[in-house]
């Protein structure tokens, strides 16, 4: 067997614990004087190199001595270990001593429990104090390395240094501090001074004074510490109405229990940071969470009724079960999952994500809701986004509203300033006002309308009851219901729409058989595209007026221009192939490119430039003003053409080129014809004429008015109507008989 000692070297309790009876088979050797037994597992041991035991002789001095088995002679053969001279046999060494060659020898009557700064193997050196028991490490001056177990333990250490206490009252007013540790009873039993303190367990850090990097583990914990820093407390009652605050943890039943003055907050179970006071820094993970904090500030609270019902506010944030659970008087909240927003009450800057996100919001302010029922029926509005699963799901009372994603706008109520983007977008919105939508089924079937905008998909899908339409894309304004103001911009735009008003369509399909037509512009693409049921239209571009049916104020400006509009009304049609076979006419105008290109059929033709009239059909009162111009036959009329390659003619007048022409020959005003050609290049010269002032003296002018139209020779092509001719203006002139 051995003297067993710790991984230190030192001799421990359990070592010197059982001092009994002698075993069996040992009585011949003891005496009946009782034995030190082996206990624990070694780490060191004092081993003789025969058999035999060690005998406490009680007699004075008290002495531990070696027996052999065989011999009641003290031994004096010894294998020389550490500081233990070989053949030393143990003698008396006075209490409270130690020596290099003298070991674990007290004076008479000293119970063993009673060994104070024992160092087995050192030096002897006072700072590697240990001591077991009564006042333990009584007064040590000057301290160092002390451990000290049981009834007054460090009691009153002095000077300090790595102090560890175990009991009773441990670190009984320990001074003066440095890295201390208690463990039991009143433990760090009204610390002087203080310094690295834990304390695990009855009164803990009861009162500690004053402060520094405390810990303290179960009973009464940080019970009321004085003066506070680095608090950490861990169950029971936890940092129990500690004073004065700052760096405060506490993990269990009590938590902050009531701290007092707090600062930087952590809290993790039971009752978390039941009702603290006062705030700053808060978090609370679990059981009751924020337990009705007080006051609050920099809140944070993690589980089962998280914030429930925080009181006074702060920055929130409570993630989980009750989330913000009937919270009172708010500030900056934000909720994370299960019941989120749980009724808060009241309101301010709101963030919720997840189930029922803002689940009953009372009263409003700044919300966003991100998830699950999103902005679960909040009330009362303000400044709304709500992002996925039902989104803005039947808000009540809104106000600002944004919507992205699944049922986004879900019959949202009380409207406002409306944007939803996604899926069922604006899903049939209750009641509306500044609507944007974007995508999927956008402002799907709108109720009721208002400044509506709608991007993609099946955009204005159905919208009712209209007002401000634009949609743009996909099948844009999709068959609108009830119209006003449309713009549809692209894919299927004004698809069929119903029932329009001031229209305008630009791209795709564009008008796309617009119906009931209105103001109309259509730019782009198929344009016009069989508008019906025509009214005011403009089209600029590619099929431009496509086959526009029914007609009214037509203008078109490019690529087929009036392709083929049915039926006419007061055409205007700028480019490419311009009036491009135009039916059924009216006021046409045609302006470049092919102008009137082939017109059919006729009325008030005017064209200007490139292929000008060409050979217009059929006719009517033609005028052409530039180019190749032509015409002169497929209906004639009356035609006016001034110059370029020209043709023309009918009741003419035409100035110009191919043949540097001025023919004039408008019957209107007296019939016969006028024409002029002045280049002597096309004349026959014959000499000078004698006629001079006296030919033109012969000349009688007269003074006339002209006759009705019903009085002129039949052979006369006539003007329409008996008002073309002014019969009341009497004007100066001459005989045509007289002059040829």
Not at 516 to 545: C, F, P, Q, R, S
């Amino acid at each position: 067997m051995g003297l067993r000692l710790n991984a230190l070297g030192k001799m421990t309790a359990a070592v010197l614990k059982t001092l009994m009876a002698p075993q069996v088979g040992r009585e011949d050797v003891c005496d009946s004087i009782g034995y030190v037994e082996n206990s624990g597992t070694p780490v060191g041991s004092l081993v003789p190199d025969f058999d035999g035991q060690w005998c406490a002789d009680i007699s004075n001095p008290l002495s531990l001595i070696w027996y052999r088995s065989h011999g009641h002679a003290a031994n004096t053969d010894w294998t020389g270990m550490g500081d233990f001279g070989t053949g030393t046999v143990f003698d008396t060494v006075s209490a409270g001593t130690v020596t290099a060659s003298k070991a674990l020898v007290v004076d008479a009557n000293k119970d063993l429990t009673n060994l104070r700064q024992l160092n087995v193997l050192g030096t002897g050196e006072v700072a590697t104090n240990q001591a077991l028991g009564s006042t333990a490490l009584d007064a040590n001056t000057t301290g160092a390395r002390n451990t000290a177990v049981g009834i007054g333990a460090l009691s009153a250490n002095t000077v300090g240094t790595d102090n560890v206490g175990v009991g009773w009252d441990a670190g009984l007013v320990l001074t003066t501090g440095v890295g201390n540790t208690a463990i039991g009873s009143a433990a760090l039993d009204a610390t002087t001074i203080g310094n690295d303190n834990t304390a695990v367990g009855f009164g803990a850090l009861g009162a500690n004074t004053t402060g520094d990097d405390n810990v303290a583990v179960g009973k009464d914990a940080l019970l009321t510490a004085t003066v506070g820093t680095g608090n950490v407390a861990i169950g029971a009652t936890s940092l129990d109405a500690l004073t004065t605050g700052t760096n405060n943890t506490a993990v269990g039943f009590n938590a902050l229990g009531a701290a007092t003055t707090a600062v930087n907050n952590t809290a993790v179970g039971k009752d978390a940071l039941k009702t603290m006071t006062i705030g700053t820094g808060n978090v609370a993970v679990g059981n009751t969470a924020a337990d009705a904090l007080t006051t609050g500030t920099n809140n944070t609270a993690v589980g089962l009724d998280a914030l429930g019902a925080e009181t006074t506010g702060g920055s929130n944030v409570a993630v989980g079960k009750g989330a913000l659970l009937v919270q009172v008087a708010a500030t900056g909240n934000t909720a994370v999952g299960t019941t989120a927003m749980d009724a808060n009450t009241t309101g301010a800057n709101n963030v919720a994500v997840g189930l029922d996100a803002l689940g009953g919001n009372t009263i409003g302010a700044s919300n966003v809701g991100v998830g699950a029922n999103a902005l679960k029926a909040n009330t009362t509005g303000d400044n709304n986004t709500a992002v996925g699963k039902d989104a803005l799901l039947t808000a009540t009372v809104a106000t600002g509203n944004t919507a992205v994603g699944t049922a986004a706008g879900d019959a949202l109520t009380t409207g406002v300033n409306n944007t939803a983007i996604g899926l069922d977008a604006l899903g049939a919105a209750t009641v509306g006002i500044n609507n944007v939508a974007v995508g999927q089924a956008a402002l799907a079937a709108l109720t009721t309308g208002n400044d509506n905008v709608a991007v993609g998909e099946q955009a204005g899908d159905a919208l009712t009851t209209g007002i401000d339409n634009i949609a743009i894309g996909s099948n844009a304004l999709g068959a609108c219901t009830i119209g006003t103001d449309n713009v549809a911009i692209g894919d299927d735009a004004l698809l069929a729409t119903t029932t329009g008003i001031n229209n305008v369509a630009i791209g795709g399909d564009a008008l796309t058989a617009n119906t009931i037509g209105i103001d109309n512009v259509a730019i782009g693409k198929t344009a016009l595209d069989a508008n019906t049921t025509g009214v005011e239209n403009v089209a600029i571009g590619t099929d431009a007026l496509g086959a526009n049916t029914i007609g009214d104020g037509n203008v078109a400006i490019g690529d087929d221009a009036l392709l083929v509009n049915t039926t006419g009304a007061s055409n205007v049609a700028v480019g490419r192939d311009a009036l491009k076979a135009n039916t059924i006419a009216t006021g046409n105008t045609g302006i470049g490119t092919g102008a009137l290109s082939a017109v059919t059929t006729g009325i008030n033709n005017t064209a200007i430039g490139t292929n000008a009239g060409t050979v217009l059909t059929t006719g009517v009162d033609n005028v052409f003003l530039g180019n190749n111009i032509a015409s002169a036959a497929a209906g004639t009329g009356d035609q006016f053409v001034i110059g370029y390659d020209v043709t023309g003619i009918a009741d003419t007048f035409i100035v110009g080129t191919a043949g540097d022409n001025v023919n004039i020959d408008w019957k209107v005003g007296g019939g016969g014809s006028w024409t002029v050609v002045s280049d002597v290049r096309g004349k026959d010269v014959h000499g000078t004429s004698e006629l001079g002032l006296d030919f033109i003296n012969r000349i009688n002018p007269i003074e006339y008015s002209m006759k009705p139209v019903s009085e002129w020779p039949e052979e006369w092509d006539r003007p329409k109507g008996e008002d073309a001719i002014d019969t009341s203006k009497v004007v100066i002139g001459v005989s045509a008989q007289e002059v040829k």
